[in-house]
């Protein structure tokens, strides 16, 4: 298999048309490759969600490229695509999208069974998953008797279950405390060490530091900081020398103490 | 805060020698702020000059000097537990002194382009947080390391925010006094302007 996971190329998604057009993307290139867990920050309305929807085959690029595990999604025709979103991503919503009409187990046993794998090892599979979130006790509850946080290990939970390679999570740890967040966090990172490619959306900087890298979108651009402009700071080069660490104390020598 | 503090309240427990005190404060402050050998013999002969630690003695002419703390050291180590840090004159911070100046400074009548000043910043400041993370992770039960490191990524966590302020402002300022416009900041599209002003409430 392919090592990269992921790859978007001049990706670009327009919605609407006319005066209410929006570029909700514009020319964005990002690879992801298995192994790798990369972090997504940008404010609300930049493109986040729908970078992960285009990466999740659940929406369509309006011009531009994106490969998941070397296939084109663009190109795949819809059985195709319904294939490898089961076989190959795990997607956490943001508003987590559990079926209420099924247990947290059957909602985290849905993606097994539509690829055909035996009721009773899906039931354990979906066992070991909702056991990662802290949820083993839960698994008969419905939806509708979860509070917020729990439904959204439940949907962690779904997009874990299995041996897929492509996680990709839109701000998973939104409704959770920051214990149980980090738990969270802690899963994706351990199926990552193994061999998954991670897509995490987030607006908080210390969840983002679990990745190995953070890119961040403005505007439907991704900017990466090594994609900038170099000329201001070589222009600015020379004032910033005037400003020093206060490590002059022989006593301080401490670097960045204060005194 | 200064190193003689340090070695003052180290050797509050025991009497030590340059070396050893210098292993003593890196291990348990997690060797974040290296303290080289000849800073800490340094430190030492001026609290030895200032009466606040003495020499132990020792009949083995080889062995190295090993300290005690002197009634006054005793006093002194007590009363830095007993003072809160001074924080009233912040060390001077390169990041804060060159934004400062990047939104003022016109470099051949141009201004300085701000926003990728701050996305390069934010690129190594997250790079930093990243890094903390994983010491974190691999910390384990070290209680003094983890709350180091815990310091450490407050600290950045909280310049990430100041930088997205930064932004926030300087993009609200050159919508603000659009005849000035230049200063800092690439004209914004008016959505650009407002999406990035509004960001601050979406982040947090
Ligand atoms: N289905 C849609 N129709 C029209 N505009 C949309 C649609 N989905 C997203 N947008 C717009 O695209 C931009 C990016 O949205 P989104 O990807 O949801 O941002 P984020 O997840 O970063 O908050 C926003 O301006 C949003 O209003
Ligand atoms: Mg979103």
Redesign the interface.
């Known amino acids: 298999m392919s090592a990269v996971a992921l790859k978007l190329t001049g990706v670009t998604r327009v919605h609407g048309k006319g005066a209410g057009e929006v570029h909700a993307l514009r020319g964005v290139d990002l690879e992801v490759r298995r192994g790798e867990m990369v972090a997504v920050m940008g404010?609300?309305?930049?493109g986040k969600s729908t970078l992960l929807h285009l990466a999740g085959g659940l929406d369509t690029a309006t011009s531009g490229r994106v490969e998941v595990a070397g296939r084109d999604v663009g190109s795949a025709g819809a059985r195709e695509r319904a294939a490898l979103r089961r076989k190959h991503i795990g997607y956490v919503f943001q508003d987590f999208n559990l079926v209420p009409a099924l247990t947290a187990r059957e909602n985290v046993m849905v993606p097994l069974e539509l690829d055909g794998m035996p009721a009773r090892r899906a039931r354990e599979h979906a066992r070991v998953a909702l056991a990662e979130v802290g949820m083993e006790d839960m698994g008969a509850r419905f939806p509708d008797d979860m509070s917020g946080g729990q439904a959204q290990r439940v949907a962690i939970a779904r997009a874990l279950v299995g041996t897929r390679g492509l996680l990709l999570a839109d701000e998973p740890t939104g409704a959770l405390d920051s214990v149980t967040g980090e738990a969270v966090l802690?899963v994706l990172?351990a199926r990552v060490e193994a061999g998954a490619a991670g897509v995490l959306v987030t607006?908080d900087?210390?969840h983002?530091?679990?990745?190995?890298?953070?890119v961040?979108l403005?505007?439907g651009l991704l900017?990466?900081?090594?994609t900038?402009?170099p000329?201001?700071?070589s222009?600015?080069a020379g004032?910033?020398a005037?400003?020093?660490?206060?490590a002059d104390?022989?006593?301080?020598?401490?670097?960045?103490?204060?005194? | 805060m200064s190193v003689r503090h340090a070695l003052l309240v180290l050797l509050s427990e025991r009497p030590m020698h340059g070396y050893q005190l210098r292993q003593e404060f890196e291990r348990r402050t997690g060797g974040t702020w290296p303290l080289n050998i000849g800073q800490a013999y340094s430190t030492l002969s001026r609290l030895e000059r200032d009466g606040l630690v003495a020499p132990v003695g020792s009949d083995d002419p080889d062995a190295p000097e090993t300290y005690r703390l002197t009634d006054d050291g005793t006093e002194q180590a007590r009363s830095w537990w007993d003072t809160p840090v001074d924080r009233g004159t912040p060390a001077r911070d390169e990041l804060a002194i060159k934004l400062a100046l990047a939104v003022t400074v016109r470099v051949d009548g141009k201004p300085v382009d701000v926003p990728a000043i701050v996305q390069r910043q934010r690129t190594a400041t997250m790079t930093v947080l990243r890094d903390l993370t994983r010491l974190k992770r691999e910390a384990g039960d070290d209680l003094a390391w983890s709350l180091v490191l815990d310091s450490l990524v407050f600290a950045a966590e909280a310049e990430i925010r100041w930088l997205d302020h930064v932004e926030a402002s300087v993009v609200r300022a050159a919508r603000q006094h659009p005849e000035r416009a230049e200063q800092g900041a690439p004209a914004p599209s008016s959505a650009t302007a407002r999406k990035t002003a509004d960001r601050k409430g979406a982040t947090r």
Request: charged share 25%.
């Open positions: 404010p609300s309305g930049s802690r990172r607006h900087a210390r983002a530091a679990w990745a190995d890298r953070t961040f403005r505007d900017v990466d900081g090594t900038a402009a000329s201001a700071e222009l600015l004032a910033a005037t400003g020093g660490h206060a104390d022989p006593d301080d020598g401490v670097a960045g103490a204060g005194r």
